[in-house]
């Protein structure tokens, strides 16, 4: 009966076009910024291990630049790919913010979201489901079979449920083709070489469309038998097709950044700065925290000047330095980091209020697009930092001199062949195991939303009317 209707074929034509030109440019954007970054990651790399020989401190301050790899199932789900920075300059005593996202070179258009697979699965296809569902029990009781169907000996719980899976089948002649090329472009993507933790990703992640579409079938069936005609009944689809998927993810995102508002850049930059004041200037000799400290190492070493210590007394503070004003930043990175999970919260706890809610934050962990990802890319980028800075204050306490040079000699250097010690830098995305433990919330509310759809599909006979 679906097949024989002219608009939904030409309504699944268009959905099937639309998956094709989504995947299309899946395929297309992944390819491109990977191999973009890719690019500048090997000439940042021969920059590094060009430079000639240098004062280690030198080196500090030159710095280093890492780019945020894409995870090869983010071409299914952009998720905040396009809103989160991909590059971070990194270097001594400072901390950077991520840079040169996608939406800050593009015009306002990116508003209004991308064309992606996740975001025609999550909006275009339930909208096929309703349409596909709005009059399967409706249509029934206005032709008058209802009653005959039931006197026949057919259950209400048979009838709902053999509804449902006739939609599922239907829509399912969607989904399985863009399965079958999800698995395709991601082999690919992978050149070949699929591993474990992304078999499991993707597994989880076509089990939770899957659950989904069951879902929005559910729904449609249920809307369908509780309205008395299909008019009634479409319409009501279509109202809780906009709040689930245009008016609650605004509202909660909304409420969420009034609740726990975040500082500006500005105001979170003069914090630090403020906290950086207290602990005192590491490059100032004449500051009392340093003097202390200069004073302290003395005497630990039982010695009257910095000539005598057995290793460079400038390195020595600069590690220092870098200690405190590493573990400042990281607690305020902390608090904000942990104001945009609470933001995110309010998402969580309304995906058990809507389903489109829970697939999204669930599609977007498991494609590595989502707002943990991107922290931990952060957390990872700072410790190689921070790791980077305190190599070449060693590099520098181990073989630079106390003693200053003169005016006519040669400025305090060590050879270049230092640089290649320092490995390049490599994010590792965090084991899917890591993304179920951090997403309890939302697994949990698709679960909830199924097992709810399955029982109220097996009970819902007492409340609705035959005629």
């Known amino acids: 009966m679906a097949f024989e209707n002219k608009a939904t074929i030409a309504l699944t034509v268009i959905l099937g076009l639309a998956l094709g030109l989504a995947t299309f440019i899946g395929w297309q954007n992944f390819n491109t910024q990977h191999n973009q970054r890719l690019k500048y990651k090997e000439i940042v790399r021969q920059k590094w291990l060009s430079k000639p020989d240098k004062h280690p401190h030198r080196m500090a301050h030159y710095g280093y630049l890492v780019f945020r790899d894409k995870h090869e199932l983010s071409f299914f789900d952009f998720g905040m790919e396009s809103f989160a920075g991909v590059s971070i300059f990194l270097e001594a005593h400072k901390q950077n913010t991520v840079n040169f996202s996608e939406a800050g070179f593009s015009n306002g258009m990116l508003r209004f979201g991308e064309l992606s697979v996740a975001m025609v699965l999550q909006l275009l296809v339930p909208l096929l489901i309703f349409f596909l569902g709005y009059n399967t029990i409706s249509a029934e009781r206005e032709a008058g079979t209802l009653k005959i169907l039931l006197c026949q000996g057919v259950k209400w719980s048979q009838l709902l449920f053999g509804k449902v899976l006739g939609i599922i089948s239907v829509s399912f002649t969607l989904f399985i083709p863009v399965i079958l090329l999800t698995i395709v472009l991601w082999a690919a ?77 500005i105001e979170f930059n003069a914090a630090i700065e403020a ?98 990802t991107y922290a ?92």
């Open 189 to 265: 993507l992978s050149n070949w070489q699929v591993s474990v933790d992304s078999g499991m990703r993707l597994l989880l992640l076509i089990a939770a469309y899957t659950l989904y579409f069951i879902i929005c079938a559910g729904i449609a069936v249920l809307v369908s038998a509780f309205h008395q005609s299909s008019k009634a009944a479409l319409t009501s689809l279509l109202v809780l097709w906009v709040f689930f998927t245009l008016v609650l993810p605004r509202v909660t995102q909304a409420i969420g950044a009034k609740i726990y508002p975040s500082p500006a850049k």
């Open 275 to 372: 906290d950086l004041q207290k602990e005192g200037d590491s490059h100032n000799p004449d500051d009392p925290h340093y003097a202390q400290f200069k004073a302290d190492v003395l005497k630990k070493y039982k010695v009257d000047d910095v000539t005598k210590l057995p290793f460079n007394y400038g390195g020595y503070l600069m590690a220092e330095g870098e200690r405190i004003s590493a573990g400042i930043y990281n607690r305020h990175q902390k608090q904000l980091n942990q104001t945009f999970e609470n933001q995110n919260s309010f998402a969580v706890a309304a995906s058990y209020l809507n389903p489109f809610l829970a697939i999204k934050n669930l599609s977007m962990a498991l494609t590595a697009s989502d707002f943990k």
């Open 376 to 467: 931990d890319f952060q957390d990872q980028a700072e410790a190689y930092r921070y790791q980077l800075a305190q190599r070449m204050n060693q590099l520098q306490m181990d073989n630079i001199s106390n003693e200053k040079p003169g005016e006519k000699e040669k400025a305090a250097s060590i050879s270049h062949a230092h640089w290649a010690e320092q490995p390049d830098f490599q994010y590792h995305f965090k084991p899917v195991s890591w993304v179920i433990a951090n997403q309890p919330g939302t697994i949990l509310s698709i679960l909830f939303w199924f097992a709810g759809i399955l029982i109220i599909l097996a009970i819902s006979s007492k409340w609705i009317k035959t005629v």
